[in-house]
């Protein structure tokens, strides 16, 4: 099983910035992609920006320029530094993990969840 521990979310007037992160655990082999997807109610969870373990990213338009990821492949965290949010970004940000585990089990893994909230 992995486990992803995921801070950071909270509140900001726009034009703020935040900086979440995620740290897996567990029974891991290796780390193929992570990365964070938002979801705000009425509507389905879309990508904001993932990374691979060798380090290719990929943003939603709608983030590109104010959003930045990045990762620790040995604490196998990652970390999603936001500036310039706007009021659009409110939405509850979830962290996602796949990967493998020592017996080459797929894993395509879920955080709970982390609130954050644009307002002025």
């Known amino acids: 099983q992995v486990q992803l521990a995921e801070s950071g979310g909270g ?3 726009p034009g703020g910035s935040l900086r979440l992160s995620c740290a897996a655990s567990g ?3 290796t780390f193929n992609e992570m990365g964070w997807y938002r979801q705000t109610p009425g509507k389905q969870r879309e990508l904001v920006a993932v990374i691979t373990g060798g380090g290719n990213t990929n943003y939603a338009d709608s983030v ?3 959003f930045t990821i990045s990762r620790d492949n040995a604490r196998i965290t990652v ?4 500036n ?3 009021l659009e970004d409110t939405a509850v940000y979830y962290c996602n993990f796949k990967g493998r585990a020592p ?4 894993y395509d ?3 709970q969840g982390t609130q954050v909230t644009v307002s002025s």
């Open 11 to 13: 509140s900001v007037q």
């Open 27 to 29: 029974s891991i082999w």
């Open 64 to 66: 590109k320029g104010r």
């Open 79 to 82: 970390y999603l530094q936001m």
């Open 84 to 86: 310039s949010l706007k």
């Open 103 to 106: 017996d080459f089990r797929s």
């Open 109 to 111: 893994s879920w955080g």
